[in-house]
């Protein structure tokens, strides 16, 4: 699956398993791609996140239903953050990755 940002396709994996969003970035020493967390939560505290055994800051992107971006945080290891509002979807990317592409505010398109 690809993240479509302006006339750029980035490469994204998606964790639709178990095992994938309890996993997600844990022992991974760098990535070249974005791990997009399908949560569709009922309350903001659904929508937190943690760091713990990951071996490298991310940045993380929060997206509403409409796949719109409310809030952006870079996290170190062993770190854990709760967004204001409930996310639908959350994407992890290795910090720096792209975060002069995408802001808050900015709607999103998964091809």
């Known amino acids: 699956m690809k993240l479509k940002i302006g006339k ?3 490469n994204v994996v ?3 398993t178990f095992f994938k969003r309890l ?3 844990i022992g991974k020493k760098n ?4 791990l997009v967390f399908i949560i569709k ?3 903001r505290f659904s929508s937190g996140i943690h760091t713990s055994f990951m071996k490298f800051n991310i ?3 929060f997206l509403d239903e409409n796949l719109k971006i409310f809030d952006i945080q870079t996290l170190k ?3 854990k953050y709760t967004p204001l509002k409930k996310a639908d979807y959350i994407i992890e990317f290795e910090e720096n990755k792209i975060k002069n592409k995408l802001k808050k505010g900015d709607e999103i398109e998964f091809i």
Do not use: M, R, S
């Open 8 to 10: 750029n396709d980035i």
């Open 59 to 61: 940045d993380v992107y």
């Open 77 to 79: 290891p062993w770190e």
């Open 41 to 43: 939560a009922k309350n």
């Open 31 to 34: 990535i070249d791609y974005g």
């Open 14 to 16: 998606v964790a639709d």
């Open 23 to 25: 996993n997600g970035l």
